[in-house]
């Protein structure tokens, strides 16, 4: 897949690439052997972080992070691919079969699916207006380690939104519950007085 991408469509340059990986690695090739050679050792962070961001681990989110900085990562770099990822999750969360139509690669939109299944489209909105808000002064800091930490870790800990139609669908469900129960209680209430006078 990351070959294929890395060809941008060209057959031939898809070959290259295969044989550039090949003369990198051998005939023996891993995953880890073709992240090295193309330089996309940092996206294998990208689903992790955003996992743990989404699932609300902010010790996690530090972990991934300090990982990916001890292993050489570009930080800001990692940020453009991170806020491009977030983005993508948002796509597929929008458009749903539609993804497809976007640039994202075919055997990653599943991958990007399943990861949102349980997270809300406003909450994945404010993720990516929270990337795009920081990142002129996250690209300007001299610290690029320690403001990625604060920016995800901001992400971590923001409270799931709830969108406008299930916060009314919960209260209309309330307000049926209540009604419903205060008729039955009302009901229940006019038994127990009534035997109350029968025992008077």
Same mark, same amino acid.
């Given at each position: ?11 031939? *340059? ?14 023996? @090739?891993?995953? *880890? ?15 992790? $972080? ?22 050489? @990562?570009?930080?800001?770099h990692f940020y453009q691919i991170l806020l491009k990822?977030?983005?993508?999750l948002l796509l597929v969360k929008?458009?749903? *079969?539609?993804?497809?139509?976007? *640039?994202? &690669?075919?055997?990653? @939109? ?20 929270? $990337?795009? &808000? ?33 916060? @009314? ?15 039955? $209680? ?15």
């Open positions: 897949m990351w070959i294929a991408e890395a060809g941008d469509g060209s057959m031939r *340059d898809a070959q290259s690439i295969f044989d550039q990986v090949i003369a990198y690695s051998g005939m023996d @090739i891993k995953d *880890d052997d073709v992240e090295e050679s193309l330089g996309l050792s940092d996206r294998k962070y990208l689903f992790r $972080l955003s996992e743990a961001v989404l699932k609300r681990e902010a010790g996690a989110c530090l972990m991934i992070i300090e990982e990916a900085y001890l292993a050489g @990562i570009d930080m800001k990822h977030f983005r993508n929008i458009a749903v *079969d539609g993804s497809s139509s976007f *640039d994202i &690669a075919p055997e990653q @939109i599943e991958k990007l699916k399943n990861q949102v299944q349980e997270t809300s489209r406003e909450t994945l909105q404010r993720f990516v207006e929270i $990337l795009i &808000a920081e990142e002129g002064s996250f690209l300007r800091s001299q610290e690029p380690r320690m403001k990625l930490e604060t920016i995800i870790v901001k992400m971590a800990y923001l409270e799931p939104i709830i969108p406008l139609g299930e916060i @009314i669908s919960t209260i209309e469900n309330i307000e049926q519950r209540l009604q419903q129960g205060g008729s039955a $209680l009302s009901g229940h209430s006019g038994t127990a007085f009534s035997n109350n006078k029968i025992v008077n």
